[in-house]
């Protein structure tokens, strides 16, 4: 479904903010916005991921020193998150991934709800198969970024390493999801690209930074646990209606 300019761009504009505070964002939350308008999953990744590289590159560069993961990410998810893309990037799966986002969504959203400090231990020790779930995740339905934040936040307790270490495993994710696109379904990126990443640097440049620098990290993880609970439910709602009605 062709959806109109205007809309693409208020759409990567209201979550590259998001995405300048916490690392993750514009394909959290850009792509089931992107899937209720009725866009197909590749179209949605396509309208989000050239945005989604810059922003990442941009959050990442001159953080060097604060990037520990990246050989686990490139070894364990990125195998992974090809697969999963390659799966969902063909159409006729599209009946299934909206609900799949929705119910991923859901979870990923009752553990933050529960609390992440609850599972951090588990999660150290499983390292290696939360990475490979984490790229089957993102693959499949660009979720993975919210697993992202679980798993860092696990990790690392400084709000800046764990932006950087999101954004540095988001860039990699990405990177891997265009070569998918570009192989087979390179219509999906055109021109219209550049456009969409100059407002997210825009954005980032006048807005982003300066939110994340002064804002309250516990309202923000509210928020995004909010927003991931509505999107959850509006992705999960015609499923569930279609089955009321046929068991009726």
Same mark, same amino acid.
């Given at each position: 479904?062709?959806?109109?300019?205007?809309?693409?761009?208020?759409?990567?504009?209201?979550?590259?903010?998001?995405?300048?505070?916490?690392?993750?964002?514009?394909?959290?939350?850009?792509?089931?916005?992107?899937?209720?308008?009725?866009?197909?999953?590749?179209?949605?990744?396509?309208?989000?991921?050239?945005?989604?590289?810059?922003?990442?590159?941009?959050?990442?560069?001159?953080?060097?020193?604060?990037?520990?993961?990246?050989?686990?990410?490139?070894?364990?998810?990125?195998?992974?998150?090809?697969?999963?893309?390659?799966?969902?990037? =063909?159409?006729?799966?599209?009946?299934?991934?909206?609900?799949?986002?929705?119910?991923?969504?859901?979870?990923?959203?009752?553990?933050?709800?529960?609390?992440?400090?609850?599972?951090?231990?588990?999660?150290?020790?499983?390292?290696?198969?939360?990475?490979?779930?984490?790229?089957?995740?993102?693959?499949?339905?660009?979720?993975?970024?919210?697993?992202?934040?679980?798993?860092?936040?696990?990790?690392?307790?400084? #709000?800046?390493?764990?932006?950087?270490?999101?954004?540095?495993?988001?860039?990699?994710?990405?990177?891997?999801?265009?070569?998918?696109?570009?192989?087979? #379904?390179? =219509?999906?990126?055109?021109?219209?690209?550049?456009?969409?990443?100059?407002?997210?640097?825009?954005?980032?440049?006048?807005?982003?930074?300066?939110?994340?620098?002064?804002?309250?990290?516990?309202?923000?993880?509210?928020?995004?646990?909010?927003?991931?609970?509505?999107?959850?439910?509006?992705?999960?709602?015609?499923?569930?209606?279609?089955?009321?009605?046929?068991?009726?």
């Amino acid at each position: 479904m062709e959806i109109s300019l205007f809309i693409v761009i208020l759409v990567v504009a209201i979550f590259s903010v998001v995405q300048s505070l916490f690392g993750v964002g514009l394909l959290v939350f850009g792509t089931p916005t992107f899937l209720l308008l009725g866009a197909s999953y590749a179209e949605s990744v396509g309208y989000l991921l050239p945005s989604s590289i810059l922003l990442s590159t941009l959050q990442s560069h001159g953080f060097r020193d604060k990037i520990k993961i990246s050989r686990g990410i490139i070894i364990y998810a990125i195998p992974f998150v090809f697969l999963g893309m390659l799966l969902s990037a =063909n159409g006729k799966y599209y009946s299934i991934i909206v609900p799949m986002v929705g119910v991923i969504m859901l979870f990923l959203s009752l553990i933050r709800i529960v609390g992440v400090n609850k599972f951090s231990d588990k999660i150290k020790n499983f390292g290696r198969s939360s990475l490979i779930v984490t790229g089957v995740v993102h693959g499949v339905s660009n979720q993975g970024g919210a697993l992202l934040t679980i798993l860092m936040g696990s990790i690392y307790s400084d #709000k800046e390493k764990i932006r950087t270490n999101i954004a540095f495993a988001y860039l990699l994710f990405a990177l891997s999801q265009l070569i998918v696109l570009l192989w087979f #379904k390179a =219509n999906v990126i055109g021109w219209m690209s550049v456009v969409y990443g100059l407002v997210t640097l825009i954005l980032y440049q006048s807005l982003g930074k300066a939110i994340f620098e002064s804002g309250n990290v516990k309202i923000f993880n509210l928020i995004f646990t909010g927003f991931m609970v509505i999107y959850g439910i509006l992705l999960l709602a015609p499923t569930i209606f279609d089955w009321v009605v046929v068991q009726q």
